[in-house]
């Protein structure tokens, strides 16, 4: 039987892993909240924005049933931004759940063959 049980190292690998981009992507959007250049504040969210799209999916977009029209605004941003960034920790916890358990099957594959090898004579 294949171990499900959840892992704490890749619990907490999930959220070393996802911090770096937190970090960087809450920075890029608060900035551009801030920034008063239009062409500043475009760059800003246009790196911001695809780093929790891309990086984040599919649970980041959750917060896009939350708007009337699909797009968030600069005054979303204080319900949208901690939304986003706790979608993402749990994004990357359930992609290294997910490739922990990959793991597990591939050795419980190899074991049984180990311990009962195909003959193709």
């Avoid at 937190?22 to 911001?48: F, H, K, N, Q």
């Avoid at 359930?94 to 063959?113: C, K, P, T, V």
């Amino acid at each position: 039987m294949i171990n499900l049980r959840v892992s704490a190292k890749a619990t907490w690998f999930g959220v070393a892993a996802a911090v770096p981009f937190i970090l960087l992507g809450s920075a890029m959007w608060m900035m551009a909240t801030w920034s008063s250049d239009p062409v500043r504040r475009v760059e800003l969210y246009g790196c911001a924005d695809p780093l929790f799209h891309y990086l984040g999916g599919p649970l980041t977009h959750i917060v896009y049933m939350f708007t009337t029209d699909g797009l968030l605004k600069a005054s979303d941003n204080w319900w949208a931004l901690p939304m986003v960034d706790a979608l993402f920790v749990a994004q990357w916890i359930i992609w290294a759940q997910l490739i922990l358990l990959i793991g597990r099957l591939l050795n419980r594959i190899r074991i049984s063959y180990a311990k009962n090898p195909l003959n193709f004579d």
